[in-house]
């Protein structure tokens, strides 16, 4: 899932929604929020690790680096009894993504992995099997 998108004000979508009739965007901006309320769930439903802004931590509250998360990914594909293909699928990142991420001498420095997409699917996974 994408979670890259900006936030749309409610006046935005009334002024999207309004009819060419000269009605006021204004008359339309409850109904425009109550519909996009709606249609995402409230914080209060989703997992901590589905809300924007989260951040895989340890227990002393640091972000994880992502030689933790391969590590950690790589322990669970060879405890798991599905196939690496499967898991990787399951993530929704690409397989040369996930190779490049999987191996440590591709970066530079010890947070560029985190500008891989697998970095986050796999810090995901990894939280909900935890969760599980």
Not at 22 to 38: C, D, E, I, N
Not at 54 to 67: E, F, L
């Amino acid at each position: 899932p994408f979670s890259g998108s900006s936030p749309v004000s409610a006046a935005a979508i009334a002024a999207a929604s309004a009819p060419a009739s000269g009605v006021p965007a204004s008359a339309f901006a409850t109904s425009a929020a109550t519909a996009a309320t709606a249609a995402t769930p409230s914080d209060d439903e989703l997992q901590p690790w589905e809300m924007d802004g989260w951040v895989p931590t340890t227990a002393s509250g640091s972000q994880k680096t992502p030689n933790m998360i391969r590590n950690e990914l790589q322990r669970y594909i060879d405890g798991s009894s599905e196939t690496q293909t499967a898991i990787i699928g399951r993530m929704g990142v690409n397989n040369n993504s996930f190779r490049r991420f999987m191996n440590p001498s591709t970066y530079k420095g010890k947070w560029s992995g985190c500008q891989n997409g697998t970095y986050w699917a796999a810090a995901r996974l990894l939280a909900l099997a935890k969760y599980d």
